[in-house]
């Protein structure tokens, strides 16, 4: 966990760019099917950039006027520390968390409400509808999840956490290295009849080991032609490409993202080894653009054009590359964006929305494939993304109608029948590589490095197992 000082810092230089008072939430407990049952807690990033890890229903008040901070906690009572356990009291949390004053939450409406009578108050909404009602109620405010606070507002936050300082970095490390492990142990445990459900706990136990707990639910499928598939319900064959979507979150809040795909054999097929790598010069060209000044959307479409390269030379594609993606015809294969920012949130800033993803003046396409660009920004020294090109046998896309009528002149859709047909019918998977990557003013810092990604690295890697362990695992 960064040191308080840099948490002081962060709040400082967030108070001299505010001319309101500011109110933010850190949001609480989201039931799951009865109150008592719920979700596991974690604060609001904007939440977590100020303080970093700080119990439930806190609240914290910003005053430009006197440059002062006051966090408004729950009640310490005996009930709460028999089912939460006992807490430190106000006035250490007031020392500990170096702030100006604690008061009790209880008496955040009339604190405020005092404050509101000559001042506008800003706030922002959060993943917490409760928190957000409150936020709402105090500040008069329309807060919604698509207009997530006012922009002279956003803007700050957004500008703040964009740019990551050394102790941000730092954290990012941690969380790349307990990614690395995680991936390290998958790799290792895969093997004929494992299923997906104990390769994925295998990836979360590397993680526990260092600390670190799972940053989004962890992708970990034979299917990776299904972009977000959460399910692990599947058991591995040879034949197999393993594609697993996972990242570690440490505890201040700091997230990694790695895309790996290896197969499940140990031995890339020719085919299998002739899409992966690719997908392996797509991650590469992209990844060495990653320098300030370089607008994003360029990197998403080199990365498409070294894909639709790639398809041509294995007869995927006819006609001319680059024509085929003006044409937007390589999202049969790459349906997705390049990648995103990378913070304390996964898709960083993401609830921030377009008008600070995209920039001023652009707006989001509305084609197929390109309408997930997730960033549109110019990059900037400080700015952490990731590069995942991917490239997918998708049978909705590649069996469907309007591909086939659309597509028809560029797309070997034949050919493309065989891939989906592939691994005795149970077909080819995708592949997709992920890195997270530092924005710096020199070449670009890619975080994730040291997990493998050339073919010969991960073959390598797959099966380190004994025969035995894998049997009592499966
Ligand atoms: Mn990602």
């Not at 596991?40 to 890890?53: E, H, I, Q, V």
């Not at 006197?66 to 005996?78: A, C, E, I, M, N």
């Not at 952490?384 to 009528?405: H, Q, S, W």
């Amino acid at each position: 966990m960064p040191a308080l000082p840099h948490y002081r810092r962060r709040r400082g230089e967030f108070l001299s760019r505010l001319d309101e008072p500011v109110l933010l939430f850190a949001g609480g407990d989201r039931p799951r099917n009865f109150p008592a049952n719920h979700y596991p807690y974690r604060a609001d990033s904007n939440f977590l950039f100020f303080f970093g890890k700080l119990e439930r229903d806190a609240a914290a008040l910003f005053d430009p006027g006197d440059g002062s901070v006051t966090l408004f906690l729950p009640r310490r009572t005996t009930d709460a520390a028999v089912w939460l356990g006992s807490v430190p009291s106000f006035d250490e949390m007031q020392e500990a968390a170096g702030v100006d004053r604690v008061l009790d939450v209880e008496h955040l409406e009339e604190h405020v409400a005092k404050l509101r009578q000559d001042r506008r108050l800003l706030s922002v909404a959060v993943m917490d509808p409760v928190a957000t009602r409150i936020a709402r109620q105090v500040t008069g405010l329309e807060l919604r999840p698509d207009h997530i606070g006012p922009p002279e507002l956003v803007d700050v936050l957004a500008d703040l956490r964009l740019h990551k300082n050394e102790a941000e970095l730092a954290e990012m490390r941690e969380a790349a290295d307990a990614t690395g492990a995680a991936f390290t142990a998958a790799m290792a445990a895969t093997g004929s009849g494992v299923t997906e459900l104990s390769l994925a706990a295998d990836a979360e136990w590397a993680m526990a080991r260092r600390g670190a707990t799972p940053a989004f639910s962890t992708v970990l499928s034979v299917r990776g032609e299904i972009l977000h598939n959460q399910s692990h319900g599947g058991a591995l064959q040879s034949g197999d490409l393993v594609l697993m979507d996972g990242g570690a979150e440490v505890p201040s809040g700091y997230a990694a993202d790695v895309t790996r795909t290896w197969p499940a054999s140990g031995r890339f097929s020719a085919a299998q080894r002739s899409v992966y790598d690719i997908v392996l010069r797509a991650v590469r060209v992209a990844t060495e653009m990653v320098r300030p000044g370089v607008r994003y959307r360029d990197i998403h479409f080199r990365a498409a054009a070294v894909i639709a390269e790639g398809l041509a030379e294995l007869g995927l594609m006819k006609g001319d590359p680059a024509r085929a993606v003006e044409r937007g015809a390589h999202a049969a294969f790459f349906p997705h964006g390049v990648g995103h920012l990378l913070g304390l949130d996964v898709h960083d800033l993401e609830s921030f929305g377009d008008r600070v993803l995209y920039g001023p003046g652009r707006d989001r396409s509305s084609d197929f494939g390109t309408k997930y660009l997730r960033i549109d920004l110019d990059l900037e020294a400080g700015m952490v993304v990731t590069i995942e090109p991917g490239l997918y046998f998708v049978p909705a896309i590649l069996r469907g109608e309007d591909f086939r009528k659309k597509f028809g002149d560029i797309v070997d859709f034949d050919r493309a029948e065989r891939f989906l047909e592939a691994n005795a019918g149970r077909g080819f998977g995708g592949v997709r590589i992920e890195d997270d990557v530092i924005v710096t003013d020199d070449d670009p810092e890619v975080l994730t490095a040291g997990i493998p990604s050339a073919a010969e690295d991960v073959e390598a890697a797959v099966g380190r197992r004994t025969r035995r362990e894998v049997g009592v695992r499966a």
